[in-house]
């Protein structure tokens, strides 16, 4: 239920896929079980939403099931660009260099096998993979005018032998948010909302004496 003082809504952990909940749906083997967490989401301003675990910023990752995380993004949301920052956080754990962290983030469906031949696609929908490990701890997917529809970020850990060893579990740091332009659109650009009829967006205007977008 939406809060009316503090404009945060909770995300419910049960997942749609097509008409059905992952509740509804016949049980599924072991090896095919996925962990949700639920998401609190809060309107920040036009165009600037932030989604938050209700469990913390940190979300423990294993190597035996996907975990699961939903965002929704309302039509009125999909003029600005939908931010994804994944940050391994090796302090919590040893993690091997032979360690990953496989990501996919994707719209209308979630992806519930990570570790397929095509990672990071459902048979209807695409979407977009990324991962982090001990060389490279952090990853960022930016996406400039999302659809508005439930996103679905899935995460699970792999290693490069199959066995994980002692590294079982690992901790990571998804931040997922909508902003109105990327980093305000640098030292020589002005972040500008802009109306088509009804439609509300948000693009980057360069200052005098410079061209980019």
């Not at 977009?128 to 996103?151: D, E, H, M, Y």
């Not at 009829?197 to 977008?213: D, F, I, N």
């Amino acid at each position: 239920p939406a809060n009316p003082v503090s404009n945060i809504s909770v995300v419910s952990d049960t997942v749609t896929v097509g008409n059905h909940s992952l509740a509804q749906m016949s049980p599924r083997p072991a090896s095919a079980c996925v962990g949700t967490v639920p998401v609190l989401y809060e309107e920040l301003d036009v165009l600037s939403l932030r989604f938050t675990p209700v469990s913390g910023p940190n979300i423990s990752i294993t190597n035996t099931h996907p975990m699961l995380l939903s965002y929704p993004l309302h039509t009125h949301a999909s003029g600005g660009t939908l931010n994804l920052q994944l940050t391994l956080n090796s302090t919590n754990a040893t993690v091997s260099n032979s360690s990953n962290v496989v990501a996919c983030f994707s719209p209308w469906t979630p992806v519930l096998e990570l570790d397929h031949s095509q990672r990071c696609r459902t048979a209807l929908f695409g979407g977009f993979s990324i991962g982090v490990n001990v060389s490279a701890p952090k990853a960022v997917v930016r996406l400039p005018f999302p659809q508005s529809t439930t996103w679905y970020l899935t995460l699970q850990l792999t290693c490069n032998s199959g066995d994980c060893g002692n590294t079982s579990v690992v901790s990571v740091v998804p931040e997922v948010f909508l902003s109105a332009c990327v980093d305000d659109c640098g030292p020589y650009g002005e972040c500008r909302l802009l109306r088509s009829y009804s439609y509300l967006y948000a693009a980057c205007v360069c200052t005098a004496g410079w061209k980019g977008w």
